[in-house]
Nanobody, 113 residues
């Protein structure tokens, strides 16, 4: 199974960015998927989860600003980042909610003016 995160880059505070995660080698339609992030010098933390039925859950730091979604037909998971803050700067990864897959390379998000 391969996890390919993309869509990262430099974004200004208050802007928006959409991350995408393409999963190959396994169908994700019956799996809860999640986004995680790792800031420099810190451990990897959970950001958001979407269940197979579309129920979402968010960490307190991103609730109301980020939106996780999925397209099972494309085997993809997305993270819409609205009004990002400098503290959202991190490498973002996707995986199953129970970390079933090996980590992909992630996508770097830098929030700075």
């Amino acid at each position: 199974v391969q996890l390919q995160a993309s869509g990262g880059g430099l974004v200004q505070p208050g802007g928006s960015l959409r991350l995408s995660c393409a999963v190959s080698g396994s169908e994700i339609s019956t799996t809860s998927m999640a986004w995680y992030r790792q800031a420099p010098g810190k451990q990897r933390d959970w950001v958001a989860t979407i269940s197979s039925s579309g129920i979402t859950n968010y960490g307190d730091s991103v609730k109301g600003r980020f939106t996780i979604s999925r397209d099972n037909a494309k085997n993809r998971v997305y993270l819409q980042m609205n009004t990002p803050k400098p503290e959202d700067t991190a490498i973002y990864y996707c995986n199953t909610n129970d970390l079933s897959f090996s980590w992909g390379q992630g996508t770097q998000v830098t929030v700075s003016s």
